[in-house]
């Protein structure tokens, strides 16, 4: 499972490459029942969820890493970013104010 259209809701993983699997689905879905609202039992795949602070633009469902030095995260952005030394987990929610709080799926 990956992350919806909104903060909170999950949806199937489409292509291995580009989507960053959040949770395992515990149930069977129909055709039918594949719709959206339709609510199922999931694991989250992690260690924790832990509030991060912001220092750049964080946004849903993006692998964060640390800004620097500075004890805050950030999105892994491009692969030149000299930043990106290791992926601390994926963001669970967004913000582009430095200082805010952010839910993080620690890896």
């Known amino acids: 499972m ?16 580009d989507d960053h699997a959040v949770a ?20 989250m795949l992690g260690n924790a969820v832990l509030p991060m602070v ?5 946004t849903l469902g993006t692998k964060v890493t640390c800004q620097g030095t500075t004890g805050r995260i950030k999105d892994i952005g491009a692969a030149a970013n000299t930043d990106a030394r290791q992926i601390i ?8 104010t ?10």
């Open 54 to 58: 912001v220092g750049a633009a964080v």
């Open 2 to 17: 990956k992350f919806g259209a909104n903060n909170d809701t999950l949806t199937a993983v489409t292509a291995a490459d």
């Open 89 to 96: 987990g994926i963001a669970l929610g967004a913000s582009s």
């Open 98 to 107: 430095a200082g805010d709080l952010v839910p993080v799926l620690i890896k």
């Open 24 to 43: 395992l689905s515990m149930e069977a879905l129909t055709a039918g029942q594949n719709v959206a609202g339709t609510r199922i039992n999931v694991r």
